[in-house]
């Protein structure tokens, strides 16, 4: 499949769209890999072991091609696709499971029919962005989530005067010292000098993903595009790295729709044998790299009237995404959160394993060492999947309730 995806300083594929001078701040996303991702790459992708080695997203690179081109031993995909008519979809190679979905099929669990199609590339805005109204609706509230989260950032800050030092501030507590010395140089103590040592918590990396699904549809993407809107407005001030993305999948095309099918009257009961049959599709809101601009706002504020965009939620395979590009960051703390109204839900899948995958992705996830937090929107379905949970019935609960359950999160896991 192929992973197309623009982290690149300053290249934004959003066609001839108008830019910012806000956007001019878009700095490297360069930075340096951080930890290896295969430790968060579980059962549900990996089998017995990780195939995902070559896989990891590099936001230095606008596509990244992911999973090989051997064929499912299990059927004959050539087999199942003769009689269909040759066209474009015969030449990409849509007749060949990936190499990643073969994997997920031995472990009998979680098995996906093709990752071939898969999409995680940045939104292109096809609706009158309402900038605007999404600006209206949450920037007077955002001094006081700016603020709220500050006072995390010095909660978990520490410093401390270092005495004894021989440059730096005069240590007021070392001069009574020195009148002693004037009359006994032999107990002289030059060492007279404090210095101020801080460790600063903003040595942190940020993703924020948004579900993108139909159930989402009105006022709750509306919501939760206005809190990745505010969230990421706030972190931007305070100059934390950060990305936001979205999760949902595309519509099946014709013979792709042909291929499942033939597959599912092999058993004689039409029903789902695979966990998900569906292309993902994982549109980017913001990359790391880019500033909050006009682009990103136009992104987000654009996206809840794109009905034909939102489809259906694999939610367990979509964090892996995201945690992958999460664990590349240089920086030490890695918060990924989540706002979404519910369960997975595939189109022609199978529910409950889709639902255990997304349970096994956060604990691979959080035992890498980064925290999540499920951010439910007008819903409490996320305390099925998240240890770490919050309910957001408004976006005007942000500055109050929801900022301080996001304290006391952050202050209980990252340190």
Known sequence: MLFRSDESEGDESEGEGS???????????????????????????????????GQQNNGSESE??????????????????????????????????????????????????TTDFDKHEPYETRNIAEV??????VDHMMNVVQKAMERFIVARSRSQWIPGQRRGKLNTRSLAGLAVAKNHPEIANERVFKRLEEHTSKDIACAIAVDCSGSMAGRKI?????TAYAFSTVLDRLKIKHAVYGFTTQVIRHDLQEAIQIEFEKNGNYLPTYSRTEPLYLPIFKSFGERMGTKVKERLSAFPQDWNKMRYNIDGESLRVFARE?????????????????????DQGI???CNTDTKRAVEEIEK?????????????????FYTNHIILESVDDLPTTVMGELKRVISANIH
């Open 19 to 53: 830019t910012s001078e806000e956007d001019d701040g878009q700095e490297s996303d360069d930075e340096g890999a951080a930890s290896n991702v295969g430790d968060m790459e579980g059962e549900s992708s990996e089998g017995d072991e990780g195939d995902d080695e």
């Open 64 to 113: 990244h091609e992911v999973g090989g081109d051997d064929l499912a031993t299990d059927f004959d995909i050539d087999q199942i696709m003769n009689g269909i008519e040759e066209n474009d979809f015969d030449k990409m190679a849509a007749t060949a499971i990936s190499d990643e979905a073969q994997q997920m099929m031995q472990g009998a669990q979680y098995r996906v029919f």
């Open 132 to 137: 605007k109204g999404m600006e209206d609706r």
């Open 222 to 226: 509306t919501t939760a595009m206005d």
């Open 326 to 346: 999460l664990a590349q960051r240089p920086e030490s703390a890695k918060l990924l959160m989540v706002l979404s109204d519910g369960a997975p839900n595939p």
């Open 351 to 353: 529910y409950y394993e």
């Open 368 to 384: 890498s060492g980064m925290t999540v937090i499920g951010i439910g929107i007008k819903d409490s379905a996320v305390k099925q």
